[in-house]
């Protein structure tokens, strides 16, 4: 049986937003908490920089100017939430370029299960702005790479951040190729996710929107994703599924109001396997804002979706 991979790159660490919920806490306790588990047995890589081609495929040249420019200068505000330091930028790159370099191992046959852990998270980012604790969205930078550079022919996205994705469903907002799937709180922020949105033009019905009140936990996400994106990936039959894995719908997060246990993700991991069957799955980190949740949560996650 084939390792699991797991790219990660210590620049992590160097996205300086200040006083703020996305902090490198979240990935020094994550990683604390694998290297007391024996990495699970990963095959633990370095992730490399994303290229400027691999991000303005999804990104415009005018937002990867700004965020570069900004970084540069020293750092500021892109929004209120949204903060960059000097170390942002590498940061990012390496965060885009660790989803990039799971795909590759994973449509190249060398995995069948791999994981990003970086910050910052992606998936608010859109086309032409940073958004949301995000500057790219690095599942988009990752299911575009393997629909244009290796050749995959259909990707399912499947969201579970207590956030609506809504930087991955306005990149693929018309794309019949990349199926796109959200199961988060609403109404929340960012305010889109609503269950009509499903996508326009030729890629009308590849979007899924699956929202949840305040309050729900695993029962709720549970039937989300093992029946409801269960039924439109029979459907679909993609050939890599990507998941953008936010574990801020817990019970103990501090910037939601649902309640998913440790127990439900680990559900999660198991109910994404049973519908990949042999298909590859990799796991791009989103939100989780409590430490120590998010730590346990992914570690039952990760093993529960098994390799």
Known sequence: MVAPVLFHHPSSLDHDNGQHPENATRITTLMAGLEAEDMLGFDVRSSPPASREQIEAVHSARLFTQIEQLCVAGGGSLDPDTAVSPGSWEAALRASGGAVAMVQELVGGEAGTAFSIHRPPGHHAEIDRAMGFCLFNHIAVAAQHAVSA??????????????????????????????????????????????????????????????????????????????????????????????????????????????????????????????????????????????????????????????
């Not at 579970?160 to 990349?178: K, L, S, Y």
């Not at 796109?180 to 009308?204: I, K, M, N, W």
């Not at 019905?205 to 309050?215: C, D, E, K, W, Y």
């Not at 817990?250 to 649902?258: G, Y």
């Open 150 to 307: 290796l050749g995959v022919e259909r990707v399912a996205i499947v969201d579970f951040d207590v956030h609506h994705g809504n930087g991955t469903q306005e990149i693929f907002w018309e794309r019949p190729d990349v199926h796109f799937c959200s199961v988060h709180q609403f109404p929340f922020y960012p305010g889109t996710g609503a269950a009509g949105e499903r996508g326009g033009g030729l890629g009308a019905g590849a979007t899924l929107n699956l929202p949840v009140a305040s309050g729900a936990g695993d029962g709720e996400f549970l039937e989300a994703v093992a029946d409801r994106w269960a039924s439109a990936m029979d459907a679909f039959q993609p050939q890599l599924i990507l998941v953008s894995a936010g574990f801020d719908a817990h019970s103990d997060d501090p910037l939601a109001s649902c309640t998913v246990t440790d127990g439900g993700f680990a559900a999660l991991g198991a109910a994404i396997r049973s519908v990949a069957g042999t298909t590859p799955v990799g796991v791009v980190l989103e939100g989780g804002y409590d430490a120590q949740a998010l730590t346990r949560s992914f570690i039952g996650f990760a093993e529960a979706l098994g390799s």
